[in-house]
């Protein structure tokens, strides 16, 4: 008898079908004697339709007032599906009860749409748990300290159920997809995707980072920071399965620092298409140029992810950097009026059709040559390489987002990672 933290994603919560389905699952675990929280997301589809019924309402702009409404908004995606799942566990003849991320309360920083989880109470939660209810915990969502309601950024419903397992000491959190478990690539781009049984908790940070939506980047820092046992398997298979056969199928996320299970350099691929380039062209090379660009870009709190400054010729160079393609606009305006002419030139080129393609492996760490493979297999593709920016267990390139997928393939068929792994 443990507890145990399930989380299911959109897609699984997806009908009322599915719906009744995950009850049942979840009522298994519970007669099998585990104490239960489960964390759903909002159903499928549904925090994309709200959020564009407020768009309807109102041209886009960046107020916090705005912000707070579209957290009070998107929030009721989950609060619906976990009432749903709630009513249909009764319906199993499961006591259970769901409560909104405020009733807990699951309390975070007043970050509109992207807020930071600060602390869970747990006393509601253990006082259900003890009287034997199934407890469902609204994902994606919390409270500030007035008492707005926060959400954690899309796909944060893996975040408030790792951040759950922490905050409980959970003996385990199951995430449940609409996938068995994690890929050595997007399984949707390319079919021949392995799964793998194990990843380190490095690489999926990194993968998570890099663009692998699989899981949400910060559930894997909580899940990082309090050693949560973290596992991402399939919601798709029989509900009546064993659970032993359950709770050892997908995969798990480990956290001993050296032991490599699968033996490849390379785990994973990972790839987004959410960054975009600028370019400032003909600026003087001296000391103080890069703090000029980028010093202006970070007092407006806009991140800048890759930088390349290239080597000058008559004391003139280019500096390029990407930024979020959400912060491209933003961007471009600041430097035009702010920062441009005071380097003494007009000349700016944006480019919002880039992507990030990434490799990523501990085995990295100790093997040479790994980075020339992954240029020569895009070269060999024809693909241009535009910025290159490498870690001790990643290297990412920038190429033209028309070669996206004809690269990830290329690499992954490179890194032998269509191979069963020896
Ligand atoms: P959920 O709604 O359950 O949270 P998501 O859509 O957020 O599901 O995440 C699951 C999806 O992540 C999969 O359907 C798959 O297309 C995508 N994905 C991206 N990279 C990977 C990967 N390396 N391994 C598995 N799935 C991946
Ligand atoms: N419903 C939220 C989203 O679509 C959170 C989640 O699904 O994890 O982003
Ligand atoms: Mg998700």
Known sequence: MALIVHKYGGTSMGSTERIRNVAKRVAKWHRAGHQMVVVPSAMSGETNRLLALAKEVSPPKTTDALQRELDMLAATGEQASSALLAIALQAEGIEAISYAGWQVPIRTNS???????????????????????????????????????????????????????????????????????????????????????????????????????????????????????????????????????????????????????????????????????????????????????????????????MIIQNISKDGKTDFSFTVHRNDYTRTVDLLKSKVMAALGTDHLEGDTKICKVSIVGIGMRSHVGIASKMFRALSEEGINIQMISTSEIKTSVVIDEKYMELAVRALHRAFDLDQPSA
């Open 111 to 305: 970050a509109y749409t992207k807020a930071r989880i600060e602390s869970i109470d747990d006393v509601k939660v253990r006082s259900d748990l003890a009287a034997g209810r199934v407890v469902i915990i609204t994902g994606f969502q919390g409270v500030d300290e007035q008492g707005h309601i926060t959400t954690l950024g899309r796909g944060g419903s893996d975040t408030s159920a790792v951040a759950v397992a922490a905050a409980m000491k959970a003996a385990e959190c199951l995430i449940y997809t609409d996938v068995d478990g994690v890929y050595t690539t997007d399984p949707r781009v390319v079919p021949e995707a392995r799964r793998l049984q194990t990843v380190s908790f490095e690489e999926m940070l990194e993968m998570a980072s890099l663009g692998s939506k699989v899981l949400q980047i910060r559930s894997v820092e909580f899940a990082g920071k309090y050693r949560v046992p973290l596992r991402v398997l399939s919601s798709f298979t029989p509900w009546d399965i064993p659970i032993a056969q359950e709770a050892k199928s997908g995969t798990l996320i480990t956290y001993e620092e050296d032991v490599q299970m699968e033996q490849a350099v390379v785990s994973g691929i990972a790839f987004n298409r959410d960054e975009a380039k600028i370019s400032i062209l003909s600026v003087p090379d001296k000391p103080g140029i890069a703090y000029n660009i980028l010093g202006a870009v970070a007092d407006a709190n806009i991140e800048v992810d």
